[in-house]
């Protein structure tokens, strides 16, 4: 859905494509590891450096920068086609 679509739809129909995307992503982030999932989030969401997931994990920072990178190119893949 474009810019532009989305000024012309209707409530219900912004809804159904919110939820869609909520869903999609929930589905992807599912697709994760759970170590995948735990660095994603502390990274993008609890802002944690990559030094302090890495303690949190106990993992080497080398380790946790692929991690992350990793979580982060499935989530790109999966949710492609929503932007895409």
Not at 66 to 76: G, I, M
């Amino acid at each position: 859905m474009s810019h532009t679509d989305h000024e012309h739809s209707t409530p219900q129909e912004r809804y159904a494509h919110a939820t869609d995307i909520r869903d999609a992503v929930a589905r992807a982030m599912e697709s994760l590891s759970d170590n995948e999932r735990t660095a994603f989030v502390l990274r993008h969401f609890e802002g944690m450096s990559i030094d302090e997931i890495g303690k949190a994990l106990g993992t080497k920072v080398s380790a946790t920068k692929h991690t992350v990178f990793r979580a982060v190119q499935k989530l790109r893949e999966e949710l492609e086609p929503l932007v895409g």
